[in-house]
């Protein structure tokens, strides 16, 4: 049987670098980038205030696994530490007390979100969508518009300087893509999954003492089943920070840097932004230009 120790506070709130968390009757709601989760009170196991650079509010969620360590759904900063604490001491006091029977529950499982989260790990089809088509559709259009001219005149160097250019194109197009896709994927994982401690289980050595071995990590999600994470590096022993998707714990990303994501995605656009603009400049001569020279 589940009992409250007390009534919430149904405006008390909490805006900060995270989103915005309202506390409701049964639940809480969280506010980033036009999705609502809605957190109901019975997934909460706690709500902790940590103190960095800025005070951070942790929404820790229930598990049904004894062994697992506390999952955290989100943190919200705020530069204001009174509210951060207030709406901490607001949403653990609205917590229901539960008897022995009820102590363990899946709290990732009963979490909602108003908008389905749009990312590279959603099940693919055996066929390619409506875009991909299209997209590969105008793409081979372009190659053929583009080469015919050249091979009907027999002009050999300019039909080469099109494949290749051609090829550079979607190279270039792919990588952008592919760090865009990157890019999201960290982005929405670490925002909107399910973050929690891995434990480096193992480590793997490179073939030599200059190349980065494998680091597995394992942990366990709020389910009480293991999984593992690896990613490449050296050894370090620690644990390690990462967030995963709660439909699919298998699917996990971290540690969370920022700064090096950021880092590496103004290398790839000082690099990639200059080759998108060549290559643009010569579809843009070989079309005006040099096909009619």
């Not at 980038?33 to 009170?41: H, M, S």
């Not at 644990?239 to 971290?254: H, M, N, S, T, V």
Request: hydrophobic share 45%; charged share 20%.
């Amino acid at each position: 049987m589940t009992v409250r120790d007390a009534k919430p506070a149904h405006k008390t709130m909490l805006r900060g670098r995270g989103g915005t968390a309202h506390l409701q009757r049964d639940s809480v709601a969280l506010d980033r980038a036009g999705i609502r989760l809605v957190i109901p009170l019975e997934a909460i196991q706690s709500v902790h205030v940590t103190r960095g650079k800025r005070p951070t509010a942790e929404i820790r969620l229930n598990s049904t696994a004894t062994k697992a360590r506390p999952t955290m759904l989100c943190t919200i900063s705020s530069r204001d530490t009174e509210k951060t604490k207030a709406f901490a001491r607001a949403v653990n006091a609205a917590l229901p007390q539960r008897d022995k029977a009820e102590r363990h529950v899946d709290g990732a499982a009963l979490v909602k979100a108003e908008k389905r989260f749009i990312g590279p790990w959603t099940p693919r089809a055996l066929l390619p969508s409506k875009e991909a088509s299209w997209a590969s559709s105008v793409l081979a259009c372009l190659f053929v518009l583009g080469l015919l001219p050249p091979v009907q005149a027999g002009d050999g160097r300019l039909t080469q300087l099109w494949i290749g250019g051609f090829v550079g194109t979607l190279m270039g197009c792919y990588v952008a893509h592919g760090t865009w896709r990157a890019t999201v994927t960290w982005w929405l994982l670490h925002r909107y999954g399910v973050t929690t401690e891995a434990r480096c289980a193992s480590y793997y050595p490179g073939s030599d003492v200059n190349t980065p071995g494998t680091m597995v990590f394992s942990f366990t999600d709020t389910s009480g089943t293991d999984h593992t994470f690896e990613r490449t590096g050296w050894t370090t022993g620690l644990d390690k920070r990462i967030a995963y998707d709660p439909a699919r714990p298998d699917f996990a990303r971290g540690p969370a840097h920022p700064w090096a994501r950021i880092l590496l995605l103004l290398l790839r656009l000082l690099l990639g932004v200059p080759v998108m603009l060549a290559m643009a400049a010569f579809l843009v001569w070989y079309f005006t230009t040099a096909m009619h020279a």
